[in-house]
């Protein structure tokens, strides 16, 4: 496998249309409805998927840009500053702030869980035990089958009920709210299914992905639409199979997002519902008329088909600038096993040797043939010249 700044480029270029095509789903009543949440999930983990392995396969067929756009290109590549005794390229700097933004995502985040911990431990009052909750607790894992791990608190600064926590979950219950017991068992249902489901991971897991390209606003995209689904998903799973069961259900979200006011800790938690009018209202509209619709098994077929090829072409296909430095130019057409050959430097650089001739330094391999032969010791560079 192969990064480049290619495999940069066509990864960023195949989820952005990936994204973009969902953003016209989630925007269009009719196409949300009929593709339903399981296919527009497959879909975000296609994406999801791809911005985790932005690598080239040995499958890979290269694709050259015009004249122009590859100049443009290996201007971006080609060392033109120097920082003390190395060359950097604008493709450099871009990298080395790339990884600053990295890092200071990494630290908010990180920042954020201790924000949420420290609520907890501070303002938190432990009520596990408390028989309102326990009683129902236990009966929603036995439902399941699963064991009953979660821990309740009733936090006085919260306004809205939520989850935390991948190995040890805790629920979070705001201390003023006054709900019935029917919505109590809801709110809890709700929660719960998160942690079941393992919602929380794939929360995280998006953010990181969400971190890594944090300067592509489609990321934000992905992110608000990994929300949807998974709340999507829940409260599908909890109305299933029961109509009157589904307007409890749309009351009991009613009655908590007119007092819900939570503005962070977004990252590191799932609340039980959100003042978000865009997935408020996704939300309300899938459960009010998923039931009435008439799938177009064509159109999903057609969509997954779409999302899938773009998936897969973009491992497939990697597009390249097609253009050799000036110096190259000037002596050989193009460079060739015969009359070329690297020596590795072991800074993450290449000098380039054409017919004996020293012809650059370069720090990318991507505009030269694949088979030239790579020289690690000096020793063996005099061996070979000789």
Known sequence: MNYSFSTVFI?????????????????????????????LTIFTGLTLMRLLF???????????????LSWLVSGLRQPHITFF???LSIWNLFESIWIIGILVGILHYIWEWKYLHRIIVENGINVSNNKK???????????????????????????????????NPHILMPTSMQITENELYYILCHETSHYFNHDLLFKLLVHMVCILYWWNPACRILKRQTDI????????????????????YLNCLLKVAKGSDHTGLSQTAIFFCSKNNSLFFTRFQFLLEEQNIKRRYLL???????????????????????????????????????????????D???????????????????????????????????????
């Open 133 to 167: 909750y326990f009683i129902l607790l236990n009966r929603i894992c036995r439902r399941k089958k699963k064991e009953n791990n979660f821990r309740i608190y009733e936090v006085p600064s919260i306004t809205d009920p939520m989850i935390c926590g991948l190995w």
């Open 11 to 39: 990864t960023i270029l195949a989820c952005n249309i990936s994204l973009f095509l969902l953003v016209i789903i989630f925007h269009n009543k009719k196409l949300l409805m009929n593709a339903g949440y399981k296919l």
């Open 300 to 346: 999903n077929y057609s969509l997954l088909v779409l999302m899938s090829g773009i998936y897969l072409l973009s491992y497939f296909l990697i597009f390249e600038a097609d253009y050799l430095p000036p110096e190259i130019a000037q002596t050989v057409d193009v460079p060739t096993a015969e009359n070329t050959y690297l020596i590795e430097n072991g």
């Open 85 to 87: 005794k190395w060359q």
């Open 229 to 248: 689904l998974l709340e999507l998903r829940v409260d599908q799973e909890l109305t299933a199979y029961n109509s009157s069961q589904k307007v409890d």
């Open 348 to 386: 993450g650089t290449y000098d380039v040797i054409y017919d004996g001739i020293f012809i650059e330094t370069t720090e990318s391999l991507e505009y030269y043939p694949n088979d030239l032969k790579i020289i690690k010791k000096i020793k063996e560079t005099t061996q070979n010249e000789e």
């Open 54 to 68: 932005p690598f080239e396969l040995p499958i890979s067929s290269n694709i050259y840009f015009p004249e122009l």
